[in-house]
């Protein structure tokens, strides 16, 4: 009885003073636990401010959207990301990524649900997050898909449900890194199905994925869910690229 009345204090002592929290950018130890960001990773990071209406993309002149939107159709109705994907946030989602750091999900997760908090008026009701998946093969190699943690940590916040395994990957598709957005879309062509139509007819989803670059991978996947009786398609990722400084 009194290890049980010790463990319970000590559980009480831990939730309020946590121990051992780090920044998870740095690993330097933190106090404020809300983002786990050391001050001066917290003053380093770049948060998106003036964005595309469309994509979300960070914008460096006075239009409302990036030339991407402008000149290209676009499936989902919004997309949206709390980071910019650029030096110390770059290097995590890499670390995520590659390195196994799977527990990074639940830290980015954070920022994500806030993102969703910021524009839940406009966005409405959801029905569904649908990750992003990854071919089977890729799967296999990296050990596990990066937004399908993304989505079930962001679900444990948020409290929207994960729909798992409906939309799938059929072509094994070369990496989207260095290729342009016309490459982008030559190489994802065919390259998404969804297999039950009748769980996503008229559900308001959320496509979950790391970082949104020129959007290609979430456009595709939007459209796909659009032919299959979706009523809306949004997007929501961990980062997005400064792609339209990176054009110029």
């Known amino acids: 009885m009194e290890e049980e009345i010790k463990e319970f204090f ?6 309020l003073f946590p121990s051992n929290v780090t920044c998870f950018l740095c690993g330097e130890e933190v106090w404020n636990e809300k983002h786990v960001l050391c001050n001066t990773c917290e003053r380093e990071v770049v948060f998106p401010d003036k964005i595309c209406l469309k994509c979300g993309t960070p914008l460096h002149s006075l239009a409302n959207y990036c030339l991407t939107c402008k000149n290209n159709k676009r499936y989902f109705t919004m997309a949206r990301a709390p980071l910019v994907y650029k030096d110390k946030v ?10 196994n750091k799977k527990f990074m999900a639940r830290y980015f997760a954070t920022f994500m649900a806030e993102e969703f908090e910021r524009n839940k008026n406009e966005i409405g009701k959801i029905d569904f997050l649908v990750p992003v998946p990854l071919h089977e093969d890729k799967e296999k190699e990296r050990g596990f898909n990066q937004s399908a943690l993304l989505a079930e940590e962001l679900s444990k916040i948020i409290e929207i449900p994960v729909l798992k395994g409906n939309l799938v990957r059929v072509k094994n598709t070369k990496t989207q890194t260095e290729l342009s957005y016309k490459e982008r879309q030559e190489n994802l062509e065919k390259a998404f199905k969804v297999l039950n139509w009748r769980e996503v007819k008229g559900k308001r989803i959320i496509l979950i994925d790391d ?3 020129t959007g290609s991978t979430l456009n595709h996947c939007a459209h796909v869910l659009l032919k299959s009786g979706a009523a809306a398609v949004y997007a929501l990722t961990a980062a997005t690229t400064d792609s339209e400084r990176e054009q110029n």
């Open 10 to 15: 000590n559980e009480i002592v831990e939730t």
């Open 90 to 99: 770059a290097g995590a989602i890499k670390r995520f990524k590659y390195e």
């Open 211 to 213: 970082v949104l670059t």
